[in-house]
């Protein structure tokens, strides 16, 4: 079983749905969680980080962990054709440490308008 | 404020060369982290450099290797290329070696290898 899963898509949906795309992982020590945005041609971007369990929300965009189902989620509301990128999940077990990042493999996502 | 740049964006070798990818990190950042990223493997974490020392590295062979200058300027070379070395090289630069959550990517170096 691969540390992250990840399911690689591709999502299909029309402009203003919400979208809920997730990541679930066998490391239970995970502590750090990440969700990164990654345009086409393009390097990720940071969307999302949170720490242990529980919700964090930054405008359109929500991140959700739950550590006892080893599953974590993000959510975007009022789904827009800009958001068409590919969705990287990213966790760790210590804070800061590049070399300890596990990245799922992604979700491609494409809004229709 | 500039960001990450990594030159060339796009490379083709063949089987045998070896190939050198340069990455300057934005200004004032010294932790300087290398990735590689195929549709089979994801992104995966190939070395991370501070203050001209290699702080981490990943599981790839010893045909990866790196360096960084004083500046925080880096450079990625892989010796001996494979066609399986075929990839986006990203890398990302954050102000400290303990901001993994605050680092920022370039736009990658595009290399095939035939």
């Known amino acids: 079983q691969k540390e992250v899963e990840q399911d690689p898509g591709p999502l299909s949906v029309p402009e203003g749905a919400i979208v809920s795309l997730n990541c679930t992982y066998s490391n239970s020590a995970f502590q750090y969680f990440m969700w990164y945005r990654q345009y086409s041609r393009k390097g990720p971007e940071l969307l999302m980080y949170t720490y242990s369990s529980g919700n964090k929300e930054d405008g359109r965009f929500t991140a959700q962990v739950d550590k006892s189902s080893k599953y974590i989620s993000l959510f975007i509301r009022d789904s827009q054709p800009s958001d068409s990128a590919t969705y990287l999940c990213a966790m760790s077990e210590k804070a800061g440490s590049q070399g300890n990042l596990i990245f799922g493999k992604g979700t491609k996502l494409s809004v229709k308008p | ?114």
């Open chain 2, 1 to 114: 404020k500039a960001g990450v740049t990594q030159t060339p964006r796009y490379l083709i070798k063949t089987r045998g060369q070896q190939v050198t990818l340069s990455c300057s990190p934005i200004s004032g950042h010294r932790s300087v982290s290398w990735y590689q990223q195929t549709p089979g493997q994801g992104l995966q974490f190939l070395f991370e450099y501070f203050s001209e020392t290699q702080r981490n590295k990943g599981n790839f062979p010893g045909r990866f290797s790196g360096r960084q200058f004083s500046n925080s300027r880096s450079e990625m070379n892989v010796s001996t290329l494979e066609l399986g070395d075929s990839a986006l090289y990203l890398c990302a630069s954050s102000l400290y070696a303990t901001s993994a959550n605050e680092q920022f990517f370039g736009p990658g170096t595009r290399l095939t290898v035939l």
